[in-house]
């Protein structure tokens, strides 16, 4: 599977709408001061800086270098981290996740392991990703065009849109109780259309063909895409379904949390 790369200039132009259709789960998580909270996937920290606002201590941790140095930018503590070898053991009051455990596909599990390592007992996860169904149109046409091409596109997805049962069981597997989760459909408009948001979170799918087989490859799927999600004035609107969720890491022994 190819690896996404995350450029912190690119993803403010073309998907700002991200952290801020994200505010709303702050109030889920509800920081106070002093408590400890990782941020998981942080990126360029607009929701860390909001968390941070509250009171509490809040640590984002990322894979994509720049995404961090944005971060850092902001005047946030930051670090480079990889969601599924998480390397803390307790500390944590709470971890929030907005719009990253989707990128996770490799091992949902590894990466609930170590939230639950990461947390305290009673601690609580609170996110919102992608879920069954998001962008379900985009995932059809880029499939279809991939397949034309020789690529087996189902295979080559990076994303993980589960269902809310899926996710309820990957979570009670390593001690949590859910306490809220919904599938939230939310038509989403995209500021620099179809071609933004292909450049911004298509590039593992497209990695997959000859650099000069690309520009073809994209035009054809935004032409697929036309009919379905550009309106008659020419905004893009991309069918996003986001499984949000909170839940709550159940009292064990340091020693069984840490052969999850």
Known sequence: MQTQVWRAEGYAKNARFVSELGRPL????????GERILDLGCGDGALTAEIAASGAEVLGVDRAPDMVRAARE?????????AMALPFVGGFDAVF????????????????AGVAR??????????????????AAIVTALVAVLQRRGIDG??????????PAAWRETLERHGFTLLEVALVPRPTPLP???AGWLETFAGPLFATLAEEERPAARDEVIELLRPSLCDEAGNWIADYVRLRFAARLEARSRTEVERC
Do not use: Q
């Open 26 to 33: 702050l109030a889920m998580l509800d920081p106070r001061p």
């Open 74 to 82: 902001r005047g946030l503590r930051a670090e480079l981290a990889d």
């Open 97 to 112: 996740s907005n719009a990253a455990i989707h990128w996770m596909k490799r091992d949902p599990d590894a990466v609930v």
């Open 118 to 135: 990461a947390l305290e007992p009673g601690g609580r996860f609170v996110g919102e990703f992608g879920g069954f169904g998001n962008v």
């Open 154 to 163: 189902a295979a080559a997805l990076p994303w993980y849109f589960p269902s």
């Open 192 to 194: 620099t259309g179809m």
